[in-house]
């Protein structure tokens, strides 16, 4: 009896197993190449694709995606076909510094798309600059990044081999404080941020801004990202009677800190930069969520003739995830990455070594052209010279853009 | 004044969840000295199943309807929670019986990241946070300036209920003697005509049970949930479970009180709080555990 229990559950264990095996084994199948005679090149891609910040990253990935195999389609690198090579970082540093070395130990790996998060790029960019593969994201704020720890006073850069696509922090957050409190005329609010580089800095630069405009900070408050419960640090807020809150963090928080804050009788709107403008934060703020505010980088990609093009594309390949807040600045940064690879490599028999690859750092440097968010060029920092950064405001159940234009003007 | 009873009854809400979960640790701890960390992981089942009858079992007529929606919902959290405890027993955990007690601990942590992983893969958009139903009403009352949501008072009060519920089982029905029983002495309890194999399934379905509406409740509280919440949950169930003395069922209820308290608190008057109150609550472990290593109420579920 005991025999046969043991037999019977040995067979359920070498099942289990081989189901596990033969899962992975169907995950792992790649998709075919088009011509056989063509030598692989590989465009790398680094992004949360999985957990909380899932509904951003895919949206980058997919936008990546897309723009790899239109250019395969026509053919844009000749004698070569792109490749995507994907890591999902689940929006942690370490996680994508070990998505970073895994990609520079690949020699086909010649640009990265990514990261989501500033803290990830910290640990990402220098290990990617060592392999002198080039770094372009589409969403990373944080004015250290291209500018150094001081890039207040004296401005260096860091890393040549990192570009990004995404507006400034020092920007956005001012961008959104004289919003506040010039055109919505909300003249105090409490602060939370969730300690990451992004969070942080967005909120020490709406506080700059806001207080140079004669705003008050009636309290400011840290929290945990992962953290569900805000009912504490609300109560501690509410007596304080700010006219909004601002967050620095993303939508799992905001949302969550949202409905919480309206439920603790705190009934004033919250403003987020572009970690919450997404649609989870609709859907899960629920009608807490009406009149709440978000700023995003570059104009609204529905309201922009360029990115027309984009959309339809978009939706003619049927992904099963939108291309949310930062879709169409990534399908750009791949076709950067594109251009530069075809420009350096096209119909040559090259080997990808370091000299190709600092190649294609400097043709990404050169880059002057139309993308579907409009004019791409960088300055010497590695900076999109395109400025515009747009507010958004929840209208029933949808973000509308209420105000686009650039800081100062 | 009002900010402290504000708070106070912030932690009150915080600790019932807690409390509950912490339960299922500490009575199978009780019984069978394993931690079964897979604990959190049957909470977030528990939670899901609640979302997938609101959202695919019950036709719209009735979801709106929140006396006949929250039982249905609360009964298919709690049969999902305690037929993935019951399976995750059967098949992980009993064959190592009588292993050497790291195996089942390990197993244990393996169990976790399984569920964890079968949920993100498996349930429909599973790796998005989903949205989940208030069910009852999302307004609030305000007692001496005092704002309590509804869903507040739900929690404590079922959790409180239940919490006496189980007690009450453990104390005076048949099954809560021979629970005790094995708790005590495993092999003696078997001499006795104690099935024991069922006492320690039995032990895992009220835990699981009980988790389950934790996770509804959660879900309900937050009006989200995702495939990770079983994580932190789990921790600091546990947490509460050694605070107040693992294996004693009154004591993981006080614990899950007091860390929610010291939590909402440390939020309040300590500066940067709202950061750093999981460290202020992890002081307040390290120091009963300094001065009470057996936790704050140290008996096992022996003698309740």
């Not at chain 2, 019951?86 to 569920?115: D, K």
Request: contains cysteine; aromatic residues 8%; hydrophobic residues 45%.
């Amino acid at each position: 009896m005991l025999h046969a229990r043991a037999r019977v559950l040995r067979a359920v264990a070498v099942g289990a197993v081989l189901a596990l095996v033969l899962a992975a084994c169907g995950s792992s199948k790649k998709e075919s190449s088009g011509g056989s005679s063509n030598k692989i090149v590989k465009i790398g891609f680094i992004a949360p694709i999985s957990g909380d910040l899932s509904a951003l990253g895919l949206g980058m990935k997919n936008s990546v995606d897309l723009a790899i195999k239109q250019a395969n389609a026509k053919n844009k690198v000749k004698g070569w076909t792109i490749q995507l090579a994907a890591e999902d970082d689940t929006a942690k540093a370490d996680v994508g510094a070990q998505a970073a070395t895994k990609l520079s130990s690949d020699a086909a790996v010649v640009g990265v798309v990514g990261t989501l998060n500033s803290s990830v790029a910290q640990q990402v960019t220098p290990i990617l600059d060592t392999a002198h593969i080039v770094q372009i994201s589409p969403a990373n704020t944080n004015d250290t990044l291209t500018r150094g720890e001081n890039f207040k006073t004296s401005p260096a850069r860091p890393h040549p081999n990192y570009f990004r696509v995404a507006t400034l922090d020092s920007l956005q957050g001012a961008f959104a404080a004289d919003y506040v409190y010039k055109t919505a005329g909300i003249k105090s609010a409490a602060t939370i941020n969730d300690k990451k580089t992004y969070g942080q800095g967005l909120t020490e630069q709406f506080t700059k801004q806001f207080t140079a405009d004669g705003g008050k900070i009636t309290d400011a408050e840290t929290i945990n990202p992962g953290d569900k419960d805000f009912g504490a640090v609300l109560s501690k807020i509410k007596p304080t009677n700010p006219g909004m809150i601002f967050y620095g963090g993303e939508y799992p928080e905001a949302s969550l800190i949202s409905s919480q804050a309206k439920t603790a009788g705190l009934k004033v709107p919250l403003m987020g930069g572009d970690g919450i403008y997404d649609k989870t934060y609709i859907s899960v703020a629920g009608a807490a969520g009406e009149g709440d505010l978000a700023t995003s980088v570059g104009a609204p990609a529905e309201s922009l003739d360029t990115a027309k093009q984009f959309i339809t594309d978009y939706s003619a390949a049927k992904y099963t995830d939108a291309f949310s807040a930062y879709g169409a600045l990534s399908y750009d940064a791949a076709n950067i990455i594109i251009d530069a690879i075809a420009k350096t490599i096209g119909g040559k028999s090259v080997t990808l070594n370091d000299q190709v690859r600092q190649d294609i750092i400097k043709a990404v440097q050169a880059t002057d052209r139309q993308g579907a968010t409009g004019s791409l060029k960088f300055d010497a920092y590695g900076d999109t010279l395109s400025k515009v950064l747009t507010v958004y405001k929840v209208e029933s159940g949808a973000w509308k853009s209420v105000k686009v234009g650039e800081f100062g003007k | 004044m009002t900010q402290f009873v504000q708070q106070l009854v912030n932690g009150t809400v915080l600790g019932a969840t807690y409390g509950l979960i912490a339960l299922g640790y500490t009575m199978v701890y009780g019984i069978i000295q394993l931690i079964n960390f897979a604990h959190g992981e049957i909470f977030m089942v528990g939670a899901f199943a609640g979302l997938s009858v609101w959202k695919y079992a019950l036709p719209d007529s009735l979801a709106h309807n929140g006396w006949v929606a929250l039982p249905l919902v609360l009964v298919g959290a709690m049969l999902a929670s305690v037929i993935t405890a019951v399976v995750m027993e059967r098949f992980a955990y009993r064959p190592l019986r009588h292993a050497p007690r790291l195996a089942p601990l390990i197993t244990a942590i393996g169990v976790s990241i399984f569920l964890q992983e079968a949920m993100r893969l498996n349930y429909p958009n599973g790796r998005r946070q989903q949205a989940f139903p208030r069910l009852i009403s999302s307004g609030t009352f305000t007692a001496g300036g005092v704002t309590i949501p509804w869903v507040s008072v739900f929690v404590v009060v079922t959790a409180v209920g239940l919490m006496i519920a189980l007690q009450t089982f453990v104390r005076r029905s048949k099954t809560g003697k021979a629970m005790r029983a094995t708790s005590q002495d495993p092999d003696t309890a078997r001499l006795m005509g104690i099935d024991t194999d069922r006492i320690i399934v039995i032990t895992f379905i009220l835990g699981a049970a009980l988790a389950g509406v934790a996770g509804v409740m959660q879900g309900m509280r937050f009006a989200q949930i995702d495939f990770r919440i079983g994580f932190i949950a789990g921790l600091k169930a546990f947490t509460a479970a050694v605070l107040g003395g693992i294996g004693n069922i009154a004591g993981a209820v006080l614990g899950g009180f007091l860390l929610g308290i010291v939590e909402a608190l440390a939020t309040q008057y300590v500066p940067q709080g709202s950061a750093w109150k999981d460290v202020w609550a992890f002081v307040v472990l390290i120091l009963v555990l300094v001065f009470r290593p057996q936790g704050l109420l140290h008996e096992r579920v022996a003698r309740t």
